[in-house]
């Protein structure tokens, strides 16, 4: 078994309250986690409303798989977000 951890920051310039950031956030979490079979989770920066911290772990057999959707991943954020991504930590363990 092979886990891989991804930790995105992404910063929202527009999101001019903790509810606006809080509906951002639901959205984009519940698109990826339909879309890619992966946990994902808010992790960090939860009280700063214009900066996301996120943690997705996928799960699998293979490395270039789980580097394969992670790519997808930070791709899909990238298309699908008017935020930008500051910071990406990936793992492979």
């Known amino acids: 078994?092979?886990?891989?951890?991804?930790k995105v920051k992404i910063y929202i310039p527009f999101a001019h309250s903790l509810k606006?950031?809080?509906?951002?956030?639901?959205s984009?979490?519940?698109?990826?986690?339909n879309?890619?079979?992966v946990?994902?989770?808010?992790?960090e920066n939860q009280d700063v409303h214009q900066t996301i911290g996120l943690?997705?772990?996928?799960?699998?057999?293979?490395s270039k798989h789980?580097?394969?959707?992670?790519?997808?991943?930070?791709?899909?954020?990238e298309a699908n977000t008017e935020g930008e991504i500051i910071e990406i930590n990936r793992e492979i363990v």
């Open 66 to 77: 789980i580097d394969s959707i992670i790519d997808k991943i930070i791709n899909y954020i």
């Open 1 to 6: 078994m092979i886990v891989g951890i991804v």
């Open 28 to 33: 984009l979490c519940s698109k990826i986690k």
């Open 20 to 26: 606006e950031k809080r509906t951002i956030v639901k």
């Open 35 to 37: 879309n890619f079979n």
């Open 55 to 62: 943690g997705i772990a996928i799960v699998s057999n293979n």
């Open 39 to 43: 946990s994902i989770s808010e992790v």
